[in-house]
């Protein structure tokens, strides 16, 4: 069975002060649950501090982004080398990366390659727009990114992938995607092309989240869909409130 994750990513918002004391509310609210994994993914700045309030817990820790090599000329980037070790996922391809910074399938791919090279577990994000959306082109769009992103990789390594739909439309939008249509075309457009890949015994082991206005008042809904295996929260995962979350979701 696959455990949900629920992983809320803060973006580019907290100072490590801040961080700090968002992380240690959850911490406490959070300890005794283990029917869900759920995963922090701060700033790089507050990574260290981060860490250090979730040692011994069952909290996972997450970076929101990496480069593909290990090291080099490459000015405000961090490699894996600099995440492995303490950080066990990353998150890949985010739209908001794709959109403002340019990131393309490809470098998605060999961003994944890397992070599964160090022993990080990628997080990737995908998502139509609005347009593409309207126009029906959801399935091609969505399934292009997913082929794209573990385009040669080993079955093994595909599974340890988590995968978050992300609808770009519903991302800090408050427009989210209802529960049922999440659920079929993450089981189409995601679950699907990975099936093709790899076979359907590896693609029910790979876990999808839905991401964009995941609120408390809606993730059960999301959680109730057989294909949905967690959420990626922004907005939401800033708040203490994210604990009301976390629980709603168990
Ligand atoms: P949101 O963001 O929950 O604020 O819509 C989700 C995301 O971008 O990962």
Redesign the pocket.
């Known amino acids: 069975m696959r455990k949900p994750i629920i992983a809320g ?1 803060w ?1 580019m918002h907290k100072t490590i002060a801040e961080a700090v004391t968002l992380a240690s509310e959850i911490r406490e609210a959070v300890s005794g649950i283990d029917t869900v994994e759920v995963v922090l993914c701060p700033p790089f700045t507050a990574l260290a501090a981060v860490e250090d309030m979730i040692t011994d817990t069952k909290i996972g820790l997450g970076a929101q982004n990496m480069h593909w090599e290990e090291q080099g000329a490459f000015t405000g980037e961090v490699s894996p080398l600099m995440l492995k070790g303490w950080c066990e996922y990353v ?1 890949l391809g ?3 990366r794709r959109e403002y910074f340019a990131e393309t399938d490809e470098g998605v791919n060999k961003k994944a390659k890397a992070a599964l090279a160090h022993h990080i577990n990628p997080i990737i ?1 995908v998502g139509e727009n609005l347009d593409q959306n309207e126009n029906g082109e959801t399935d091609e769009f969505v399934g292009g990114q997913v082929r794209a992103a573990f385009a040669g990789l080993s079955a093994e390594e595909s599974q340890r992938i988590v995968v ?1 739909y ?1 609808p770009i439309w ?4 408050g427009k ?1 995607a209802s529960a049922a249509q999440a659920g079929s075309i993450i089981g189409l457009s995601v679950r699907g092309p990975i099936a093709a890949m790899f076979g359907e015994e590896t693609a029910q082991k790979v876990r999808i989240q839905y ?5 408390e008042n809606n993730i059960a809904e999301y959680m109730a869909q057989p294909d949905i295996d967690g959420a ?6 800033l708040k203490a409130g994210f604990v009301e979350l976390v629980k709603n979701a168990v």
């Open positions: 990513n973006k998150i985010h739209s908001e994000c978050a992300e519903a991302i800090g939008t989210s991401g964009g206005s995941v609120k990626l929260v922004g907005g939401a995962s």
